[in-house]
């Protein structure tokens, strides 16, 4: 936890959000955020990393109260479980820059009623990395070479809002020096239901993720909710699948009650999440896990609240292994202040031990500004990692939509300590759309290390998005890392197609 202390989670300025990855399946990825903070099912999203990068294009697929479902508009970008974002979605902040979304082209089946929709993609990525050691002979070179097709589709139209959903993924690694080859195929997600409608009656049955749970998780398996817009209630049970491959698992068998409340009108809005999970295996004694969300919106102030406990196997004794707090109080149409708090203890999963790297507290405070031509967000916090050490941490962040010939400008600094070494990463960017695609640049620079044996890494990526015939899309990016230890180059090129 040393590299990124601070990372705002959940801090939400008009249309201007920095959000938390809960989960992801292939093209899918999970927030914690929702309508309370102003995401609608439809919204195309511009995201960025914590750096400043911009990433790609996001759409909301499903939204509630305080989560959401998102989806990859065109190129899929890497995103890891855990990793912080900075989305946009307002007209006068990104939409300069940003490339816009084609038109989905829906496939009509034989019935009429039924349409097709999804996306296919195949990529290649070559890596090569140069490592040298304080303590050995020369330096040691590797190559890696990876490749992937993607396939996700969504078949809409059946009675009583039910819909299909099948993702998957099938990929082919090996390296040199030679090193087994590592080929795998990797089911995201493949589901029959209504799960996500308006209907009083709603079911999934397969691979599906529960989105109507705080920290929930993954499901082979059925779920069954029943209730209105106001309270509705509800279960799932079934198996974990495997983590390392997302196979059908066999050993973790889990079960799990929610209630879902959610009032309030023009003025203010109120929206509560409980639910109760247990897992248990033929070896090992249940786990239990109680977790609950609520946010709080009254006019200009909005307060999100997320908890989880665990019982813990040995002694029986109940922990809290994960707490946030998120506030925010507009005070004029362009100004924002936000406050946070976060707190983690190594979480039990399936599988998994506990893990002491993942215990870490912090708190932060600060001020977003938006506008017709950018936005800037300035921060202060406070980290304690594993070790128990507090360290001050020094954030911003800007982007300008425009700097002349239609190039946009976006950047990003940090500042902290390290065992009383200074640390710091800055970051630059430009942008500009040519037609109907886009070129980015963008610089890095990354300190850390200790006073005696400072480690300063540059970073350069350029990439390349455009349109091909037949509805087909390119993408080509080209990324470079070096420093006095690690040197490595990579280069990615993919083609998809969506419908």
Same mark, same amino acid.
């Given at each position: 936890?040393?590299?990124?202390?601070g990372?705002?989670v959940?801090?939400?300025?008009?249309?201007?959000v920095?959000v938390?990855?809960e989960?992801l399946?292939g $093209?899918?990825?999970?927030f914690?955020?929702?309508?309370?903070?102003?995401?609608a099912?439809?919204?195309?999203?511009?995201?960025e990393?914590?750096?400043?990068?911009v990433?790609g294009?996001?759409?909301?697929?499903?939204?509630?109260?305080? $989560?959401?479902?998102?989806t990859?508009?065109?190129?899929v970008?890497?995103?890891?479980?855990?990793?912080?974002?900075?989305?946009?979605?307002?007209?006068?902040?990104?939409?300069?820059?940003?490339?816009?979304?084609k038109?989905?082209?829906?496939?009509?089946t034989r019935?009429?009623?039924?349409?097709?929709?999804?996306r296919?993609?195949?990529?290649?990525?070559?890596?090569?990395?140069?490592? $040298?050691?304080?303590?050995?002979e020369?330096?040691?070179?590797?190559?890696?070479?990876?490749?992937?097709a993607?396939?996700?589709?969504?078949?809409?139209?059946l009675?009583?809002?039910?819909?299909?959903r099948?993702?998957?993924?099938?990929?082919?690694r090996?390296?040199?020096?030679?090193s087994?080859?590592?080929?795998?195929?990797q089911l995201?997600?493949?589901?029959?239901?209504?799960?996500?409608?308006r209907?009083?009656?709603?079911?999934?049955?397969?691979r599906?993720?529960?989105?109507?749970?705080?920290y929930s998780q993954?499901?082979d398996?059925?779920?069954?909710r029943v209730?209105?817009?106001?309270?509705?209630?509800?279960?799932?049970?079934?198996?974990?699948?495997?983590?390392?491959?997302? =196979?059908?698992g066999t050993?973790?068998?889990?079960?799990e009650?929610?209630v879902?409340?959610?009032?309030?009108g023009?003025?203010?809005?109120?929206g509560?999440?409980?639910?109760?999970?247990?897992?248990?295996?033929?070896?090992?004694?249940?786990?239990?896990?109680l977790?609950?969300?609520?946010?709080i919106?009254a006019g200009v102030f909005?307060w999100?609240q =997320?908890?989880?406990a665990?019982r813990?196997l040995?002694?029986?004794?109940?922990l809290?292994? +994960?707490?946030?707090?998120?506030?925010?109080?507009?005070?004029?149409?362009a100004?924002?202040l936000?406050s946070?708090?976060?707190?983690r203890?190594?979480?039990?999963?399936?599988?998994?031990?506990?893990? +002491?790297?993942?215990?870490?507290?912090?708190?932060g405070?600060g001020?977003?500004?938006?506008?017709?031509?950018?936005?800037?967000?300035?921060?202060?916090s406070r980290?304690?990692?594993?070790?128990?050490?507090w360290?001050?941490?020094?954030?911003?962040?800007?982007?300008?939509?425009r700097i002349?010939?239609?190039?946009?400008?976006?950047?990003?600094?940090?500042?902290?300590?390290?065992?009383?070494?200074?640390?710091?990463?800055v970051s630059?960017?430009?942008?500009?759309?040519?037609?109907?695609?886009?070129?980015?640049?963008?610089y890095?620079?990354?300190?850390?290390g200790s006073?005696?044996?400072?480690l300063?890494t540059?970073?350069?990526?350029v990439?390349?998005?455009?349109p091909?015939?037949?509805g087909?899309?390119m993408?080509?990016?080209?990324?470079?890392?070096f420093?006095s230890f690690?040197?490595s180059?990579?280069a990615?090129s993919?083609v998809?197609?969506?419908?």
């Amino acid at each position: 936890m040393l590299g990124w202390p601070g990372v705002a989670v959940g801090q939400v300025e008009g249309r201007v959000v920095t959000v938390q990855v809960e989960q992801l399946a292939g $093209r899918t990825l999970y927030f914690g955020i929702g309508r309370d903070s102003g995401l609608a099912t439809g919204d195309t999203l511009t995201v960025e990393n914590v750096e400043g990068r911009v990433l790609g294009q996001l759409v909301v697929k499903r939204a509630t109260t305080t $989560r959401s479902v998102v989806t990859f508009v065109g190129e899929v970008f890497a995103v890891t479980r855990g990793q912080a974002l900075r989305l946009y979605w307002a007209p006068d902040v990104m939409a300069a820059v940003a490339p816009r979304a084609k038109p989905r082209r829906r496939r009509r089946t034989r019935s009429s009623s039924l349409r097709s929709s999804g996306r296919v993609a195949v990529d290649v990525t070559q890596l090569q990395s140069t490592t $040298r050691f304080l303590v050995g002979e020369g330096d040691v070179s590797r190559r890696f070479t990876t490749s992937a097709a993607r396939f996700r589709t969504t078949v809409s139209g059946l009675p009583h809002d039910i819909r299909i959903r099948f993702n998957a993924r099938a990929s082919g690694r090996f390296s040199t020096p030679a090193s087994p080859v590592r080929n795998s195929l990797q089911l995201y997600e493949a589901s029959i239901g209504n799960a996500g409608s308006r209907r009083p009656f709603q079911f999934a049955v397969g691979r599906f993720f529960n989105r109507f749970a705080a920290y929930s998780q993954y499901y082979d398996g059925a779920l069954v909710r029943v209730g209105g817009p106001h309270l509705a209630i509800g279960g799932a049970a079934g198996v974990e699948p495997d983590r390392g491959n997302e =196979r059908f698992g066999t050993q973790w068998r889990k079960a799990e009650a929610f209630v879902n409340v959610e009032g309030g009108g023009r003025s203010g809005r109120y929206g509560l999440d409980l639910n109760l999970q247990r897992v248990w295996s033929d070896s090992s004694a249940p786990h239990w896990v109680l977790a609950a969300e609520q946010s709080i919106r009254a006019g200009v102030f909005r307060w999100t609240q =997320r908890a989880r406990a665990e019982r813990q196997l040995d002694d029986g004794h109940w922990l809290l292994t +994960d707490a946030r707090s998120d506030v925010q109080l507009r005070v004029s149409r362009a100004v924002t202040l936000f406050s946070r708090y976060h707190r983690r203890q190594g979480a039990w999963r399936p599988g998994l031990l506990f893990i +002491d790297s993942t215990r870490f507290e912090e708190m932060g405070s600060g001020l977003r500004a938006a506008g017709p031509n950018g936005s800037w967000t300035g921060e202060v916090s406070r980290f304690r990692g594993f070790d128990g050490t507090w360290t001050m941490v020094f954030g911003s962040s800007f982007t300008v939509t425009r700097i002349g010939l239609g190039v946009g400008l976006n950047g990003s600094g940090r500042y902290w300590t390290v065992n009383g070494s200074p640390a710091y990463y800055v970051s630059g960017g430009l942008r500009r759309r040519v037609g109907q695609g886009n070129v980015q640049a963008r610089y890095s620079l990354y300190r850390t290390g200790s006073v005696n044996l400072p480690l300063l890494t540059h970073g350069a990526d350029v990439s390349v998005r455009a349109p091909l015939p037949g509805g087909l899309s390119m993408t080509l990016r080209l990324q470079s890392r070096f420093g006095s230890f690690l040197r490595s180059v990579s280069a990615y090129s993919g083609v998809w197609m969506t419908w």
